[in-house]
């Protein structure tokens, strides 16, 4: 049997040193060329840093551990393309190994199926570690060394400020913009004289204030400035004339490092600051104090939908009786979430995907609705047989002879009889399903969430979630829909009755 392999390859900057996607491709394929391998298949991650994330954490990775095909070796450029930090790699290696599966590096000249590899592998993962902290440690001194001379290290200007040419040498340093600093300086002046953020907001679209170049589509778009724009401009040292310094990675925190100087003290340009440190760190301190839903306008606090309560499952983790785990509701950074209780991995911004997947799926497909219709055979007799049997007993009472007593008396045993032989009898239960017109026309129809989840929950049995990329936007792969009678294209005339059958027992 011919050996099967897959390939995989990383690049987190493309750049002149860098061995681009394809080189790795081309290289990979020749190498299993030559030992007479077959390529089952190849996945890639570009743009991925591995310092930053882990193998599992890569949608192109995650891809190749889905991968449910045979194959005995996944081939590599190098092992730095599968992890940069020893205990990523390691992971990576024994999740292949459980697997049967080989790692193979080509530029490393490295087999992980013996023993020597292993050892040698580890040994060249220590150095991937090495250089790439050697790297970050490299960038972050050069941006320190900018700083401290008051240049811009590059990034984003904050708003009010411009990139200026340095008067004193090469580079760029940071100046007040004239068109715009009069706008930061006096949103500033109304949070710190007591106005909610919510109403400098609306000051800022009533006067018409330059929307920041990254919001500048929500204008074309008929919405102005934002509550969180706001405030992220107003946390931002440079407007005390300090300078970020490795800021956190949560919004709240973002900012609040500063770069020092060799006393621990924060460094202060006079030229860029429109307020002192003292009144900035108040200012801060008092939107922290109000930085909760219950001081936030009713329409900007954090909302969370049960369109897809219970639908989000997780694809990695079981409970202890084996059964799949299910996703709880949420919020992130004051988005819908959902969470596994148990490997903590969490996806956002999944709703309006999921109703777009699902009216694409199923928006011309016949919506088949269940309806139960019970039959409570004999109970349904049971009032005239109580109706007969009061007749009967003042029939009894009032009989004109022993022989007509004696008559309606064997009636009444009947009757009691028959009486007993209803209550016996269970309710019949008979499932049958109505046309419901097309689900997409439904879904218009519906008015509210509930009503909406009804929809729902007749196309969509559940949505499984797979670790992978993490950041911006949302990474699609990470979805699977199970969705009910996957079989039906298109709509249907009518079921067949083996069909109802089928879904009866669904």
């Not at 290696?93 to 992980?112: P, Y």
Request: aromatic residues 6%; glycine residues 8%.
């Amino acid at each position: 049997m011919v050996p099967r392999a897959v390939i995989y390859a990383r690049i987190s900057v493309t750049s002149e040193e860098s061995v681009s996607i394809e080189r790795q491709l081309e290289a990979a394929r020749q190498y299993a060329a030559a030992r007479g391998w077959e390529v089952a298949a190849v996945f890639t991650d570009e743009g991925i840093s591995a310092t930053h994330n882990s193998p599992e954490a890569r949608s192109g990775w995650s891809a190749l551990l889905r991968y449910d095909q045979p194959y005995d070796f996944v081939v590599v450029w190098k092992i730095d393309r599968v992890a940069r930090r020893i205990t990523d790699f390691w992971d990576a290696v024994k999740t292949l190994q459980g697997r049967d599966r080989a790692l193979v590096s080509i530029g490393d000249n490295l087999d992980m199926s013996s023993t020597v590899g292993q050892i040698v592998a580890g040994v060249l993962a220590g150095f991937a570690q090495m250089e790439a902290e050697a790297i970050s440690s490299r960038v972050a001194a050069a941006r320190r060394h900018l700083l401290q001379n008051g240049r811009l290290p590059g990034g984003t200007v904050p708003y009010g400020w411009r990139a200026v040419p340095n008067p004193d040498g090469a580079g760029k340093v940071l100046a007040q913009d004239p068109e715009r600093i009069e706008y930061v300086r006096e949103a500033a002046d109304r949070v710190r004289g007591g106005a909610t953020l919510y109403s400098v907001v609306q000051w800022l679209d009533e006067v018409e204030a330059p929307l920041p170049r990254a919001s500048q589509s929500r204008r074309r778009e008929g919405s102005g400035w934002s509550y969180t724009t706001l405030e992220r401009l107003l946390r931002n040292p440079v407007l005390a004339g300090m300078v970020s310094f490795n800021p956190g990675n949560s919004s709240k925190m973002r900012g609040s490092e500063v770069l020092r100087d060799e006393n621990g003290l924060p460094v202060v340009d006079p030229a860029v600051a429109i307020m002192t440190p003292s009144e900035w760190r108040a200012m801060v301190a008092a939107l922290d104090a109000n930085d909760t839903g219950r001081a936030k306008p009713h329409a900007l606090r954090a909302k969370t939908s049960a369109l897809l309560s219970g639908l989000v499952w997780c694809g990695h983790c079981e409970d202890s009786e084996g059964h799949p785990v299910r996703m709880h509701r949420g919020t992130t950074q004051g988005r819908e979430s959902y969470s596994c209780p148990r490997c903590h991995q969490t996806i956002s911004r999944i709703q309006d995907y999921v109703v777009e997947q699902f009216l694409w799926a199923k928006g011309e497909h016949v919506r088949w609705t269940p309806v139960r219709e019970v039959y409570e055979s004999g109970a349904a007799v049971l009032p005239e047989i109580e109706a007969r049997l009061d007749e009967l007993d003042a029939a009894i009472r009032d009989a004109p002879d022993r022989d007509a007593r004696r008559r309606l008396q064997e009636q009444q045993d009947a009757l009691l009889d028959l009486r007993d032989e209803k209550r016996a009898e269970a309710p019949r239960t008979e499932l049958r399903y109505e046309d419901a017109g097309f689900f997409a026309e439904a879904w218009a129809e519906a008015e509210g969430v509930e009503a909406q989840r009804a929809v729902l929950d007749d196309a969509l049995e559940r949505i499984t979630v797979v670790r992978g990329r993490t950041g911006r936007g949302l990474d699609k792969s990470r979805l699977t829909f199970s969705w009910r009678h996957p079989d039906q294209v298109g709509p249907l005339e009518d079921p067949s009755q083996e069909e109802l059958a089928a879904w009866a027992e669904d």
